[in-house]
């Protein structure tokens, strides 16, 4: 019976980044010099790994596995949507709240909306009442703003997502805490977006513990076979990406290319953790555990 043991107990820390993973990645790294610097390590890490994947059945003749991806830190970096979300909040309710200091970080739209709002005083029956306009606004003010201010592309995403999508033993998704307009419009500026079938979103679930199971749900309906925890990755770079992967019992893979260390990533309890996605082969199989 095919099976990815994935909840056995955590590896050493050893196992995951070795000992001299604070060398890494930068402790604190601007943007501009993490973009130049990702991805050079990602087999480094992947070679010191073992543990939940060294009992999977790396066959091709395994049955598919799931891979659900997360956009913003993971996939892109960068882009109009902070602006846009809080050009929305403005128009609609008159304030954006203290969004210049929120913690987006693995959160939903709704959720990160609901914070603002709250912190701003807003009652929750002003915020429900308003919350149509103000979908609107956000998903129109994206777009105007986004071809001007693309996102940027990780190192080796693409590279990633086209060796992925054309196996055969290997189905892409999505898991984002993004509402389903504000992914497209990211992932098309990018021309990532046709390169996931299937994807769950903000706009499904406030709570993202509840996304994996809307994505299994739709994968399942369109590849004509069921989808559980035990035959999916989820792949992000927050600690909230691993609790939702966790909470389906699903296999993590955290990339420290967004604002946690790999060292936080490990922590929070990351079935593996890479640097980057710059080495296509080696991020292939650290992903699935297979060649």
């Known amino acids: 019976m095919y099976s990815l043991q994935f909840g056995i107990p955590k590896l ?8 001299n993973s604070a060398a890494i990645l930068p402790r604190c790294a601007l943007p501009a010099r993490r973009l130049a610097a990702l991805g050079a390590n990602a087999g480094l890490i992947h070679g010191l790994l073992g543990g939940p994947w060294t009992n999977l059945h790396t066959a091709r003749s395994a049955p598919p596995m799931l891979l659900l991806f ?6 892109t970096w960068g882009g109009p949507a902070k602006a846009a979300f809080g050009v929305a909040l403005e128009a609609t309710f008159g304030t954006a709240g203290p969004i210049a200091n929120h913690d987006f970080s ?9 914070e603002l709002l709250t912190a701003a005083g807003h009652a929750p029956r002003q915020i429900e009442a308003g919350l149509p306009r103000f979908w609107d606004l956000y998903l129109s003010e994206l777009d105007a703003r986004i071809a001007a201010d693309p996102v940027t592309v990780l190192p080796g995403v693409r590279e990633l997502i086209g060796a992925l999508a054309a196996r055969d033993d290997i189905f892409l998704g999505l898991v984002t805490g993004n509402v389903e307009g ?13 390169r996931f079938p299937v994807g769950a979103f903000g706009s499904d679930r406030e709570v993202r513990n509840e996304l994996p199971t809307v994505a299994f749900q739709r994968a399942a309906a369109r590849w004509g076979r069921p989808f559980r925890g035990e035959h999916a990755v989820i792949i992000g770079d927050t600690p909230r990406d691993i609790e939702c992967g966790k909470a389906v019992g699903a296999a993590t893979v955290a990339v420290a290319t967004g604002r946690f260390r790999a060292a936080e990533l490990r922590d929070a309890g990351a079935d593996r953790v890479l640097a980057g996605f710059a080495d296509t ?3 292939v199989e650290a992903l699935t555990g297979r060649p």
């Open 12 to 19: 050493r820390s050893a196992l995951y980044l070795g000992r």
């Open 70 to 75: 997360d956009i913003d830190g993971t996939l």
């Open 106 to 114: 693995g959160k939903t739209d709704p959720l990160i909306m609901r």
């Open 182 to 194: 504000g992914a497209r419009l990211k992932l098309r500026s990018a021309g990532l977006w046709d």
């Open 281 to 283: 082969r080696a991020t």
